[in-house]
């Protein structure tokens, strides 16, 4: 139902004249509107690969510049540096304004800081930096425990714990997947992906941390004898940026949802752009 | 310096002694109906000395003996009648006043009319006639009490159509509505477009936004202290009025003669009624209706008893059944209030008069469900609500005509029911009640003393204390309150005051509307109670030979612990659904943050009282910033209703006895919005490979919306009947079709050549074009 018709007779009541051109009036004068790149890059000394990946918005007035942007958005250039040391990222070939380096060509540490630059193919510019967490969680310390009653089919909710890395304010980020492996094939298939963004420490330093929520974890009634089921969990110790970035955007997309809801400026540090470039260490952890 | 004291003291004594006083005292009330009169002035012109009477019509004047002196009693609307009574000992009078025989009546900016406002003490205070409520242009020709409160300097109003309330910079949360000493708490009808204010059962209308004498508390901007009619004593008199939207009735009349009468004023809609025929069944059920009553019983001269209460419900709800399926579906929200006051007033003695009221009011909003099919019934009820019951006495002591002192005390035991859900199901034959209560008990003691120093110089001194208790955490607080008026030569006078003030209970609302999903919560040890400091200087000058008075005020406002609003929050509860797990993670205090408020500006109003044309021009310059830690960077931000300039014009013509034409003109600078400059995309940030999409802002509040004006006209032709008088009103409102923003809306628009989405643009929606009325009222 039910609350989906009483929100719109709600609605209707409120804007019964509202969308008749009598009562509507295009506003001319200066209107505020952003044509400006969306940035998003995650670096980690864990990752095999660095990727950057670049949007552009679509202004509040104005042309929508996703044509162009398609057409273009290779030529963009995407640079990430140590301060010694400056690449420049390769445009995927499959994935439009995704741009990726090997991190064999550059390494990327612990407490070390990155600088990111973006020259667009239209001649926007974007930087932003950012330093990798000193830290990584030890993943012997990481566990789960079943949340009794949970079960239901295949899936069964668990919360993780961590240990809390000591004398330091620590953001985390936890992710579960959930895998079948072919040990004939030796391939997997990656089921249940699931995550939680923004946990801190406050209040909590050098404890044993839990996830707000339970995760679910698939657990199959049977598995062939050829055939293993892993649960992968990773505990990531995130910057800042990535903990207000994440806890913003988490609340955007609900609120997007309600127009009602208050308005979420959303975090950023990029400067010329939006989005964001945060740092992390990675944990990981396996459950057969 | 003892010995100066001891001389002082002397002094004093032996006027007491020496100097022989006697005490005229008594109650003002209406010729013919016998109504009490409130806050009607009562002068002695050749000692040049005089007093009001409360708001239970009771006065006191302490005199030097003489043989007879004449007593001048006026009041708005009514003929000024002098007296002349013999001053050689105590005496206690009634004095009855005869309405003015003219249609139309002047706007006070002060408790008494007759007194000039340079004469006054009292600042920031309007009082307001009912009959300028009914002659000032209406949506609808619906009269209403806020939406002409919102006509006055340093008053504004919220969203297009409704009868909202931003007074000084604060929100619509900071007003006290008083109804017979009780606190009304959603004063919308129809979502916010009309208030719960019928007109019709009104006697006086009081705000008071600046300057709090030290008897009220509990909101930090404004006080809306509204009373009832009594009844007529002598006669059955009625009145009833049909109008596009609603039709009301009005009898009062008396129960026994001279001792007790009774009052009782209903209005309802009828558009459900006249639509759900046409439209076969199928319209949805929606209507308001609201009651209000009154009787009261004279036990003597020294005591009277009243009772009174307001019953008002808004109701929506719809049906429809799946003849497939075999379903049928019910489903609606509705809200109201209910109040009830019992009034007790005592004279003990010629200076000592007393008022005490036990009082019950009750707000409550559900939105239910039921779903019955073949496999059994399925039905959820969410409820939310408020209820308080209070005790309060209030006494007025007035030694002699220097000073008027006010003293009391009221406790409050609220209710808070933010949220309680009731589920059924008979398919699993589960039945389950889910309910969160809070407690709490808000008081305070008072003190005040209007002192008239001398000719020129007067002084309403006042400390309250007022205390809140919850969940274990009290608050204690003193406030004190100070006016002081100095007269100048010419009719004029300077006026300044201060005013601290506590507000424990706050009000949950980020629609804007005025809807009944709006919560009242309670301060808690997490959110702390709001608090505010006011000061205010003024200037005031009549005109009398032109009949104009000019008042010019500045204010200084400092607010703090204002609630807040974080990002994404949101209160609109009629989303949850019957999911207990989604309204028990609705903890209003997650979704709230505390802040701090600055508000300052000047206001100036240029009234004419009396004459065929009638009016005033009010035009506020103002400017409010807010400044929350979690808000916008922690940077200071314009909230939504920072309006820098404020104008209204109202006019009101007498083009006959009978006939008259009005018209207000409103214009106000937009208002401060959170406009998305774009729309972001994001990849792949939830592990799904799928983009979402997200509004982007710049700053909180950074676009402001297009300027509001309107101009409202209504003509009224009256005429006396056999029986009675008739009237009929005919108005338009929005009269050259403004489109005022309501809302705005990104939309993309389509490219024919290219058969693709071209440019966005931003566009401004109106609520309410060209809108006319007519109405018909009969008086008998």
């Given at each position: 139902m039910k609350k989906h018709s009483i929100y719109l007779l709600l609605m209707l009541l409120l804007c019964?004249?509202?969308?008749?051109d009598f009562l509507t009036v295009e506003e001319t004068g200066v209107i505020p509107s952003s044509d400006a790149p969306i940035v998003t890059a995650f670096l980690s000394p864990q990752d095999t690969v660095h990727t950057v990946t670049l949007y552009h918005t679509r202004p509040a007035?104005?042309?929508?510049?996703y044509a162009t942007w398609e057409q273009n958005v290779a030529k963009s250039t995407v640079t990430l540096s140590n301060g010694n040391q400056t690449v420049k990222l390769i445009p995927d070939s499959f994935l439009t304004g995704v741009f990726k380096i090997s991190a064999k060509n550059f390494k990327v540490e612990s407490d070390k800081t990155y600088y990111l630059s973006v020259n667009t193919f239209d001649g926007k510019k974007a930087e932003a930096n950012c330093t990798i967490p000193s830290s990584v969680v030890d993943t012997t310390s990481i566990s789960y425990q079943l949340v009794s009653g949970s079960t239901s089919n295949m899936n069964t909710s668990y919360l993780i714990s961590w240990k809390d890395i000591p004398n330091q304010v620590n953001y985390y980020a936890v992710y579960t997947i959930s895998e079948l492996q072919d040990l004939t094939k030796k391939t997997a298939e990656i089921s249940n992906e699931r995550y939680q963004h923004t946990i801190d420490d406050v209040e909590r330093d050098g404890q044993f941390l839990g996830t707000p929520q339970s995760f679910l974890l698939s657990k199959p009634n049977y598995v062939a004898k050829d055939r293993l089921y892993i649960w992968q969990i990773q505990v990531l110790n995130t910057d800042i940026h990535f903990y207000k970035f994440h806890k913003d955007y988490e609340i955007a997309k609900q609120a997007?949802?309600?127009?009602f809801s208050e308005p979420v400026m959303l975090y950023s540090n990029i400067k010329g752009g939006f989005g964001v470039m945060a740092g992390y260490t990675k944990a990981v952890t396996y459950f057969r | 310096m003892k010995k100066i004291y001891l001389l002082l003291l002397f002094t004093l004594c032996s006027c007491t002694l020496f100097a022989q006083k006697i005490t005229i005292s008594g109650f003002v009330r209406e010729k013919g109906s016998q109504e009490i009169l409130p806050y009607v002035s009562v002068r002695v012109p050749t000692l040049n000395i005089g007093t009001s009477a409360n708001a239970y019509g009771f006065f006191s004047l302490t005199i030097p003996a003489k043989e007879q002196l004449e007593l001048e009693i006026s009041q708005v609307g009514y003929q000024v009648k002098t007296i002349r009574v013999s001053a050689q000992k105590n005496q206690q009078i009634t004095v009855e006043l005869s309405v003015k025989n003219v249609v139309l009546e002047e706007v006070k900016v002060?408790?008494?009319?007759?007194?000039k406002l340079s004469e006054q003490?009292?600042?920031s205070l309007i009082s307001l006639p009912v009959t300028q409520v009914k002659a000032v242009p209406a949506f609808l020709g619906e009269k209403d009490v806020l939406k002409t409160l919102?006509?006055?300097?340093?008053i504004q109003k919220g969203?297009?159509?409704?009868?909202?309330l931003y007074v000084r910079?604060?929100?619509?949360?900071?007003n006290l509505l008083i109804l017979d000493d009780a606190t009304v708490y959603n004063a919308n009808h129809l979502f916010g477009f009309?208030?719960?204010?019928n007109g019709d059962a009104l006697k006086s209308i009081e705000m008071t936004k600046?300057?709090?004498?030290?008897?009220?508390?509990?909101?930090?901007s404004s006080v809306i202290d509204m009373q009832m009619k009594e009844g007529n004593k002598e006669k059955l008199t009625g009145e009833f009025g049909v109008g596009l939207l609603s039709s009301r009735l009005t009898l009062e009349g008396p129960?026994?003669?001279?001792?007790a009468s009774f009052l009782i004023a209903a209005r309802r809609t009828y558009a459900d009624a006249l639509l759900r025929p046409i439209s076969g069944g199928d319209f949805p059920n929606m209507y308001f209706y609201d009651l209000n009553m009154k009787v009261n019983y004279?036990?003597?001269?020294k005591d009277k008893i009243y009772l009174s209460g307001y019953l008002g419900r808004d109701s929506f709800s719809s049906k429809d059944q799946n003849y497939n399926l075999a379903v049928k579906n019910e489903n609606g929200f509705n809200w109201g209030n209910t109040t009830t006051t019992l009034r007790w007033n005592h004279l003990f003695n010629e200076k000592l008069f007393s008022n005490t009221s036990l009082i019950f009011t009750n707000f409550d909003f559900k939105v239910f469900n039921t779903e019955e099919s073949n496999k059994g019934l399925f039905s959820y009820q969410y409820e939310s609500g408020i209820r308080d019951f209070s005790l309060k006495t209030d006494f007025d002591y007035l030694p002699n005509y220097q000073h008027n002192i006010k003293a009391g005390f009221l406790v409050t035991a609220h209710r808070f029911s933010p949220k309680a859900l009731v589920l059924k199901d008979s398919r699993v034959d589960t039945s389950s009640v889910q309910s969160t209560i809070i407690n709490a008990l808000e008081s305070a003691v008072y003190v005040e003393d209007l002192w008239r120093i001398n000719e020129r110089f007067s002084i309403n001194a006042g400390l309250r204390l007022s205390h809140f208790s919850v969940n274990q955490k009290n608050y204690l607080n003193l406030e004190p309150r100070l006016s002081a008026a100095y007269k100048l030569p010419n009719d004029a006078a300077i006026k300044a005051s201060f005013a601290r003030m506590n507000q424990y209970i706050h009000l949950l609302s980020?629609?804007?509307?005025?809807?009944?999903?709006d919560l009242w919560v309670s301060a808690t040890d997490r959110v702390p109670p709001q608090t505010s400091q006011q000061v205010a200087l003024g200037y005031v000058k009549d005109f009398s030979e032109k009949n104009f008075s000019l008042s010019i005020e500045g204010y200084y406002k400092k607010m703090d612990n204002i609630i807040g609003y974080k990002?994404?929050?949101?209160?609109?509860?009629?989303?949850?659904?019957?999911d207990p797990q989604k309204i028990n993670a609705m903890d209003w205090q997650e979704n709230v943050t505390s802040g701090q408020g600055k508000a300052y500006g000047l206001e100036l109003m240029l009234q004419r009282k009396t004459g065929r044309l009638t009016g005033w021009i009010a035009y506020t310059l103002s400017k409010v910033t807010h400044q929350f830690?979690?808000?916008?960077?922690g940077k200071e931000f314009l909230p939504?209703?920072?309006?820098?300039h404020d104008i209204s014009i109202v006019g009101i013509y007498q083009l006959k006895p009978m006939v008259t034409f009005s018209a207000t003109w409103v214009y106000g600078t937009g208002n401060h919005l959170s406009v998305p400059i774009a729309e972001g995309n994001f990849n792949g940030l939830d592990h799904t490979g799928m983009t979402s999409q997200v509004s982007l802002y710049?700053?909180?509040?950074?676009f402001q919306a297009a300027a509001y004006h309107r101009l409202d006209l209504a003509m009224k032709f009256s005429k006396k009947k056999k029986h009675g008088e008739r009237a009929w009103e005919i108005g338009v409102y929005n009269a050259y079709n403004r489109v005022n923003p309501f809302y705005y809306q990104i939309n993309q628009v389509y490219d024919a050549s290219t058969r693709q989405m071209g440019d966005s643009k931003l566009y401004r929606k109106g609520l309410f074009p060209i809108v006319p009325s007519i109405t018909y009222s009969f008086k008998f």
């Open positions: 019964w004249g509202c969308n008749g007035a104005g042309n929508n510049p997007d949802e309600n127009p | 002060n408790s008494s009319q007759q007194e003490t009292q600042m919102q006509l006055f300097p340093g969203r297009e159509g409704s009868t909202g910079g604060g929100g619509p949360d900071q009309f208030s719960v204010f600046g300057g709090f004498p030290a008897r009220y508390g509990g909101r930090l129960l026994k003669k001279e001792k004279d036990l003597g001269a980020n629609s804007g509307l005025g809807l009944p999903t990002q994404g929050a949101s209160f609109l509860l009629l989303d949850v659904g019957p830690a979690e808000l916008n960077d939504r209703y920072d309006r820098r710049d700053s909180q509040n950074s």
